[in-house]
T-cell receptor, first 110, second 114 residues
Framework: AQRVTQPEKLLSVFKGAPVELKCNYSYSGSPELFWYVQYSRQRLQLLLRHISRESIKGFTADLNKGETSFHLKKPFAQEEDSAMYYCAQTGGTSYGKLTFGQGTILTVHP | SAVISQKPSRDICQRGTSLTIQCQVDSQVTMMFWYRQQPGQSLTLIAT?????????ESGFVIDKFPISRPNLTFSTLTVSNMSPEDSSIYLC???????????FGAGSRLTVL
C-alpha cells in the first residue's frame, strides 16, 4: 500500500532561518508528489508539485527517487509561512486519489 | 481553479442520526471526491463521486454508511449514516480541475457526534 511519512509533527524555526519539512513516500512506480498547505482559518490548497519544478513563495521541493523523498525547503522562513503542511502522492491511477502524510505544523517565530 | 461551497460548515449531531453534506462547485468538473480528516489524523479518501452512477468507495468505506449522490457535474452530497462518535471528523469535498490535474478542496464540514 502507498504510504507517505512526515516524521515531524511539529517544527519551529525563527524568522530568517532555513526550514526543511521532511517527506518520504513508499510508492515504487512513478509517483507524482505534492505539497499542500493549510493556513489558519483557510482551506487546504496546493503549494507545489514536483512535476512543475517551480518555486512557490520561496519554497522548493526535489523528488529524490533513490531516497524516496520529497522534502520541502525554504532558505529564509517568514512568519507568514506558519501553517500546516501536508505531503501527498498519487500512484498514477488518478490525480484525485491522493495519499496524504500526517502533516507538519510549521511555526515561524519572530 | 474551481470554487467549492460546502454546507453545513459545522454541525453537532446525536448518535444514531444521519447528516447530509452538500458540495456545490461553480463550474462543471469531471471528477469529485470526498475525503475525511479525523481528529489529529491525516486526510483519507472516502470515495469518488461519479456523475450518473454509483460512487467508487475506497477500502474501509461502504455505501450503506456513506451514501453519495452526484446528480450533475457541479453538485454532490455525502451522507454520514447512523452516526457514532467515531464519525466525528472534518469531511472535505474536492474536485479535479481539468487540464491542471490538481485537487481543489472545499472548506470542509466539521461534524461532531455526541
Amino acid at each position: 500500500a502507498q504510504r507517505v511519512t512526515q516524521p515531524e509533527k511539529l517544527l519551529s524555526v525563527f524568522k530568517g532561518a532555513p526550514v526543511e519539512l521532511k517527506c518520504n513516500y513508499s510508492y515504487s512506480g512513478s509517483p507524482e508528489l505534492f505539497w499542500y498547505v493549510q493556513y489558519s482559518r483557510q482551506r487546504l490548497q496546493l503549494l507545489l508539485r514536483h512535476i512543475s519544478r517551480e518555486s512557490i513563495k520561496g519554497f522548493t521541493a526535489d523528488l529524490n527517487k533513490g531516497e524516496t523523498s520529497f522534502h520541502l525547503k525554504k532558505p529564509f522562513a517568514q512568519e507568514e509561512d506558519s501553517a500546516m503542511y501536508y505531503c501527498a502522492q498519487t500512484g498514477g491511477t488518478s490525480y484525485g486519489k491522493l495519499t496524504f502524510g500526517q502533516g507538519t505544523i510549521l511555526t515561524v517565530h519572530p | 481553479s474551481a470554487v467549492i461551497s460546502q454546507k453545513p460548515s459545522r454541525d453537532i449531531c446525536q448518535r444514531g442520526t444521519s447528516l447530509t453534506i452538500q458540495c456545490q462547485v461553480d463550474s462543471q468538473v469531471t471528477m469529485m471526491f470526498w475525503y475525511r480528516q479525523q481528529p489529529g489524523q491525516s486526510l483519507t479518501l472516502i470515495a469518488t463521486a461519479n456523475q450518473g452512477s454509483e460512487a467508487t468507495y475506497e477500502s474501509g468505506f461502504v455505501i450503506d454508511k456513506f451514501p453519495i449522490s452526484r446528480p450533475n457535474l457541479t453538485f454532490s452530497t455525502l451522507t454520514v449514516s447512523n452516526m457514532s462518535p467515531e464519525d466525528s471528523s472534518i469531511y472535505l469535498c474536492s474536485v479535479l480541475s481539468s487540464g491542471a490535474n490538481v485537487l481543489t478542496f472545499g472548506a470542509g464540514s466539521r461534524l461532531t457526534v455526541l
